[in-house]
């Protein structure tokens, strides 16, 4: 069994742990590359037909190629997605200019709680890799939010030699992160070798590309040449740069991340 063979079966084994441990689940699926690879792994761990919904909290702020990525994806796949927007926020005229923190909080945040609330799930999988951000090296699998979905990062138990606390208290809301263990390039190596579809704006045009995808006026792009996979990849293995370089929100203060995901945030 190869690496990447081996990133696979650990990550199907956590979405049947998840299936089989809990109650009503959701996915996360914010269409970037991450969560698309999540949602491959998803249809091949239950024989191609996923036994729980797809979930897009929409900021209506999205890059449009997103948008348009995701609509075909649901009808290439035939997914079961529940689209959501927080609409008082954005009635109230909630965007990027009152803050960007204050944004991702209402639109995103609060978004995905009501959507937890509404359709009363017990757990969400989600696309998150240690690697990617620093409060995310924080995370477990198997991770435990109280009914508010609110996340105690200093009460974390540990997963030793992959062994997995499911054991939760009822009312809690669980977080399952089935591709925690894997790393960026391992992710492209995956899309390369698997042939998923991933939304271009991955791949450079005039020099730029998107490293990391979110909404258009807190995304950034990267100087860029990659234009396949393997450009992308061999790029990775030589760049000082972070993942999450063009996103503004982090830039905007160094424990962001941490605050939001504190709160309820992906």
């Known amino acids: 069994m190869d690496h990447l063979d081996s990133l696979e079966a650990q990550s199907i084994y956590i979405l049947r742990e998840a299936y089989k441990k809990f ?3 959701g996915m996360l699926w914010s269409i970037g590359k991450d969560s ?12 191609g037909h996923c036994p729980f919904p797809f979930i897009h909290v929409d900021t209506t702020y999205k890059i449009p190629e ?3 990525f995701r609509d075909e994806m649901v009808k290439k796949y035939d997914l079961d997605l529940i689209v959501h927007k927080n609409e008082a ?16 909080k209402a639109l995103k945040t609060d978004g995905l709680q009501q959507v937890v609330t509404r359709y009363e799930f017990e757990g969400l999988i989600l696309g998150i890799r240690r690697d990617e951000e620093g409060s995310r090296s924080k995370e477990r699998v198997f991770s435990e939010r109280n009914k508010d ?6 009460n974390q138990p540990p997963e030793l030699w992959d062994q997995f606390k499911t054991d939760f208290p009822k009312g809690n809301h669980i977080r399952v992160h089935p591709i925690l263990h894997w790393n960026e390039i391992d992710i492209w190596s995956y899309i390369e070798r698997e042939n998923i579809p991933v939304v271009d704006l991955y791949f450079a045009k005039e ?4 490293r990391s995808l979110g909404c258009a006026p807190c995304t950034g792009k990267i100087d860029s040449n990659a234009v396949t996979i393997a450009e992308i990849i061999e790029e990775l293995k030589n760049t000082k740069v972070g993942e999450r370089a063009g996103r503004a929100q982090d830039q905007e ?13 992906m």
């Open 23 to 25: 109650g009503k689940l």
């Open 36 to 47: 698309t690879v999540l949602l491959w792994l998803a249809k091949k761990a239950f024989f």
């Open 66 to 68: 997103m948008i348009t």
């Open 89 to 104: 926020a954005l009635q109230a005229g909630m965007g990027p200019e009152q803050g960007r923190l204050v944004c991702c």
């Open 149 to 154: 979905s609110e996340w105690d990062y200093t």
């Open 207 to 210: 020099g730029k590309r998107y």
């Open 253 to 265: 203060d160094s424990y962001a991340m941490q605050k939001l995901r504190k709160d309820g945030y």
